[in-house]
């Protein structure tokens, strides 16, 4: 329903462009730009007095007006809105930021105006278009019309059973890096939030039982059910033994390993077609689709797990970065058949994880857009700077995490060791210049040059066959900016934060132990998963614990078009 002070507004073309350009450019942007400035927009008396309270906030969370009449912005609360009213009181309507619904002051209402609504629709529409996405209503099939009359309830993802934060899982035998890893892929927002959309669909139905990707979705799906008993993970798991053999068994594995493999196994799965098992993908793809090729694997773990100042912390060039996928695994599967992976002493720490290389699809243009990369893939950028002639060099390359080394003794910080990985270091021997052709020394230098959306940080745990206990302090909220290769003078400062949502946590030697995850369940709300065992804990907890493994996703999703 309209008002006379919306019709009235409406009647002058200035205001109708007003209107238009909030709709475009802050409620429906389309840009980055756009995102970065909608995120950091904030109301005016908020900024000043600090946040309301809870009690006050819920009477319309998450609803910051902005004023046509003006740049200002107030949330939706009388005594906030009304500062601004006494300013100007002669600025009556307003936008919601969030939803593009009009506001009238002098109604004290939320109002319809069909010009406005029209506005909005088609705006909705392009934001919509742009992330290809349908406007569309949804309009059942056949198919789905048989199965409609079947469904006795619909639960929201928000209700929680019994109040249980998420779902437990059963320990089906050393089966708890598995147990981890799922409560923390499954609360990655992002990609929650694509495997419950069921956007997935394999090419080869009759298989489906064997695609990461379809487990993956089932799975996640039995996380967010209303069932209250712990879950069994075995599809799953039987899947990841089918692919990746040096993961079969009921040996304890490294969570870290598993994570990662994964990552590349659905990935995998996602792009090209899902083939029969026991042939490569790589055999039945044209080159033009084949997006992860390993350059090399590296040495076994007994010996990447060793010290190495020269190359533990960083590997000495791009060609060191790793994918395990399709025939790489079965390399992998070979390797290690021969020995046994125990927890914390990953075979993955400077093999299977710590950046692993799309440089086949950087080089041939193209770069995968399945959504592994849309969310976990970022951009690493080396420097090499050659002493006497001042020439250098860099190179780019796609990392899935940062494995980051811990000290042995005493105590360091998350930041600490960031600093130590992104400091220069100095090259042993001299490097051939490529533009004077002489052997000079060097210094090499590594820089963040594109963020993922989830950050993964591995602490290198592991020295010697021996566990470090090192107490190693991370934040809730990370700010890389002092880590990226440059820093653009329009970027905003929300785009290099991050907020932390996963911790993997071991306990135990090298040989033996168990792991849990501390997960964020909700806003401000985290829980201890122990297998099936899950138990409310406070943020304060989570940060005094010994992290493993640290899960970041950005405040500010980053777009890839």
């Not at 440089?359 to 193209?366: L, M, P, V, W």
Request: net charge negative; charged share 20%.
């Amino acid at each position: 329903m309209t008002c006379k002070h919306v019709d009235a507004f409406f009647m002058q073309k200035t205001n109708i462009l007003a209107h238009n350009a909030i709709v475009n450019y802050l409620t429906f942007p389309r840009s980055e730009k756009g995102f970065a400035h909608k995120a950091s927009i904030e109301c005016a008396d908020c900024a000043k007095a600090g946040t309301l309270p809870a009690s006050e906030q819920a009477l319309r969370p998450r609803c910051l007006l902005a004023c046509t009449h003006c740049i200002h912005f107030s949330c939706w609360h009388p005594r906030h809105l009304e500062v601004h009213r006494k300013e100007r009181p002669e600025h009556v309507i307003y936008i919601c930021v969030e939803r593009g619904e009009l506001y009238c002051a002098l109604c004290s209402d939320f109002v319809y105006h069909p010009v406005a609504e029209q506005s909005r629709k088609t705006a909705h529409r392009m934001y919509l278009a742009h992330f290809g996405l349908s406007s569309e209503t949804w309009r059942p099939s056949f198919d789905e019309l048989t199965l409609l009359p079947h469904i006795s309830s619909v639960v929201p993802l928000s209700t929680k059973v019994g109040g249980r934060p998420t779902r437990g899982l059963v320990n089906m035998g050393n089966t708890c890096f598995l147990n981890v890893v799922i409560q923390a892929l499954t609360h990655t927002p992002v990609l929650r939030d694509y495997l419950l959309a069921d956007l997935h669909r394999c090419n080869n139905p009759a298989r489906s039982r064997s695609c990461l990707a379809c487990e993956m979705i089932r799975v996640t799906q039995e996380i967010y059910s209303p069932v209250v008993t712990p879950f069994v993970p075995s599809n799953l798991l039987y899947a990841i033994w089918l692919h990746a053999s040096h993961l079969a068994g009921y040996e304890q594995r490294d969570a870290h390993e598993f994570l990662i493999t994964l990552l590349t196994l659905i990935h995998g799965h996602l792009i090209g077609e899902h083939v029969p098992l026991g042939e490569s993908l790589h055999d039945q793809e044209p080159p033009s689709k084949r997006r992860l090729v390993a350059s090399r694997l590296s040495e076994d773990s007994n010996n990447s797990s060793e010290y190495k100042p020269s190359m533990s912390r960083k590997h000495s060039d791009s060609s060191s970065h790793l994918s395990v996928c399709d025939k790489e695994l079965e390399t992998l599967n070979e390797r290690a058949a021969a020995k046994h992976v125990h927890p914390t002493e990953s075979s993955t720490s400077d093999s299977a994880s710590s950046q692993a290389s799309v440089s086949s699809s950087r080089d041939s243009g193209e770069s995968c857009d399945c959504i592994v990369h849309q969310v976990f893939f970022g951009d690493l950028e080396s420097v090499i700077s050659y002493e006497g002639c001042g020439h250098s060099s860099s190179t780019v390359d796609p990392f899935l995490d940062l494995s980051l080394d811990v000290i042995q003794r005493g105590s360091t910080s998350l930041q600490a060791c960031l600093t130590s990985y992104f400091r220069p270091e100095s090259i042993d021997g001299l490097i051939l210049c490529s533009q004077c052709n002489v052997g000079r020394p060097a210094v090499k230098q590594f820089s963040l040059l594109h963020l993922p959306n989830v950050l993964c940080f591995y602490l290198k745990r592991c020295h010697h066959d021996t566990k470090i206990n090192t107490s190693i302090t991370f934040p809730a909220d990370l700010d890389l900016a002092p880590y990226l290769h440059q820093v653009d003078g329009d970027r905003s400062a929300w785009s290099d934060r991050y907020s932390l949502y996963a911790v993997l946590n071991h306990s135990g030697q090298t040989n033996s132990g168990h792991y849990t995850a501390y997960i964020r369940s909700g806003p401000g709300s985290w829980c201890l998963c122990d297998d099936q065992k899950i138990v409310s804990v406070s943020l304060e907890h989570v940060l005094q614990t010994d992290a493993y493994v640290l899960l970041y996703h950005k405040n500010l999703l980053a777009m890839r078009t």
